[in-house]
């Protein structure tokens, strides 16, 4: 630049300083503001005196559960916990490794009216969003509920949010099984429990844990407005012989269910009769009355009564699934009384095998097939395509008003059976 005189230059060098400062002073108030918009959560450490811990501040989750502000994390060290916990803040609990072990175990005897709860559980997270579990093993198996009430839970969230990620999750089991009718949408003990009572959106996911010994449900997602994303989790029933109908993953009454690559297997027959068995079936995973657009997909299912047993609902996806050793029921049922229609959905290319053994309750009560459809339910508009059967009493029993679209199947007394040709039995098991 050019100056015309000295003047001119002192006047633009004092304008440059002041440009200059202020940008200088503007953009260390952004970065202030930055710095305490993103400051970090805290972690406060959890550790019981005789157990290695490094930099402990709490000797008990409760009490850095009560320290903590919304976003902290609670890292908690290997031991036994026999504390009862109620989350009311976004948290996250977070079991560590140290020298070798990994194992936090929250086993606490339960106390009925906990918190002012109407439900027992070892970890209930209520009216708050954003609570991640993680990595602990959470043991309900010191209660003492042996009826309906109250509802009996290893980790219960109600009107929440958040994410249940490699933990262990057993014991919620009743006292005495047979005290609570366990038809749907019945019964008691859920390894995780999700519902509402509130209108609003509550999404939870249930992912890469390990969940067994519960009477009733191993997932149990409840009500409109809950989205239950459960995937890639090992979950192990116990099958008819609870005395009771026992579902891996129940989902109903409106709530969405996102079910993708888990390893599902409940229990068979025994030496119940069929007819008990039948009414005492397991199922590995059960829609009633589900959420628009449920999915069901790429899961791994064995040794039940039903693999997958859907009832109301619309728009679902049921693809990718293996389900295998079935002997009361079939590997999929289909049917629409709990809302009066199942409709727009698709079941694709899942692979079933080994429904049986062969028995003329299959008959009798329309089962036995590696799908089944309901006559008479309201079932409408479904697409059944690509799925192979092998080893069953037919690989596919349809209504007419759905359309079956190039299935395999291999050693089938039936192909596919129109069963609203068969409104009360189906043809006789007889070999050709």
Same mark, same amino acid.
């Given at each position: 630049m050019r100056f015309r005189d000295l003047a001119h230059f002192t006047y633009w060098k004092k304008e440059t300083v002041l440009r200059r400062t202020h940008a200088h002073v503007g953009l260390a108030l952004l970065f202030i503001g930055t710095f305490c918009a993103t400051s970090p959560a805290k972690t406060w450490v959890v550790g019981q005196p005789s157990t290695p811990c490094p930099g402990a501040h709490y000797s008990t989750i409760t009490d850095a559960v009560n320290a903590a *502000? =919304?976003?902290? @994390?609670? /890292?908690?060290? =290997? *031991?036994?916990?026999?504390?009862?916990? %109620?989350?009311?803040? &976004?948290?996250?609990?977070?079991?560590?490794? $140290?020298?070798? %072990?990994?194992? +936090?175990?929250?086993? &606490? *005897?339960? %106390?009925a009216n906990f918190g002012g709860l109407p439900f027992e559980a070892v970890i209930a997270v209520v009216n708050t #969003?954003? @609570?991640?579990?993680?990595?602990? /093993? $959470?043991? /309900?198996? #010191? #209660?003492?509920v042996s009826g309906c009430a109250p509802n009996l839970a290893a980790i219960y969230y109600h009107d929440a949010s958040g994410t249940v990620d490699h933990n262990a999750i057993s014991g919620a089991q009743l006292a005495n099984p047979l005290s609570c009718g366990g038809g749907p949408p019945g019964g008691n003990g859920f390894? +995780?429990? +999700?519902d509402a009572d509130q209108s609003g959106s509550f999404s939870v996911t249930v992912e890469h844990n390990s969940i067994h010994d519960y009477t009733k449900d191993g997932v149990h997602a409840l009500g409109s407005g809950v989205t239950a994303r459960i995937e890639e989790n090992t979950i192990s029933g116990v099958g008819p012989s609870v005395g009771e109908l026992q579902f891996a993953v129940f989902v109903l009454n409106g709530a969405v269910g996102l079910i993708k690559g888990n390893v599902i297997t409940e229990g068979l027959c025994g030496a119940l009769s069929y007819s008990d068995c039948y009414n005492l079936r397991s199922e590995g995973v059960t829609l009633r009355a589900a959420g628009d657009g449920t999915v069901v997909s790429d899961n791994v299912i064995t040794d039940a009564q039903a693999g997958i047993f859907i009832n109301g609902g619309n728009r679902f996806r049921v693809t990718g699934n293996t389900i295998r050793n079935i002997d009361a029921a079939s590997g999929i049922d289909i049917q629409g009384s709990a809302t009066g229609s199942f409709t727009n959905s698709v079941i694709s290319e899942n692979t079933i095998s080994n429904v049986g053994p062969f028995n003329v309750g299959f008959t009798t009560n329309e089962e036995g097939c590696g799908i089944d459809e309901y006559t008479g339910t309201g079932v409408s508009g479904n697409f059944l395509m690509h799925n192979r059967v092998n080893d069953s009493y037919c690989g596919v029993a349809y209504v007419t008003a759905d359309r079956v679209v190039s299935?395999?199947?291999?050693?089938?007394?039936?192909?596919?059976?129109?069963?609203d040709l068969y409104p009360n039995a189906y043809p006789p098991i007889t070999e050709p």
């Open positions: *502000a =919304p976003g902290d @994390v609670i /890292a908690i060290c =290997p *031991a036994l916990y026999t504390e009862q916990l %109620v989350i009311t803040k &976004p948290l996250t609990l977070r079991g560590l490794t $140290v020298n070798g %072990v990994g194992r +936090v175990l929250l086993q &606490p *005897a339960l %106390v #969003n954003g @609570v991640t579990i993680e990595n602990l /093993a $959470v043991d /309900a198996s #010191n #209660n003492t390894g +995780v429990q +999700v299935g395999t199947y291999h050693n089938t007394l039936h192909n596919e059976l129109n069963s």
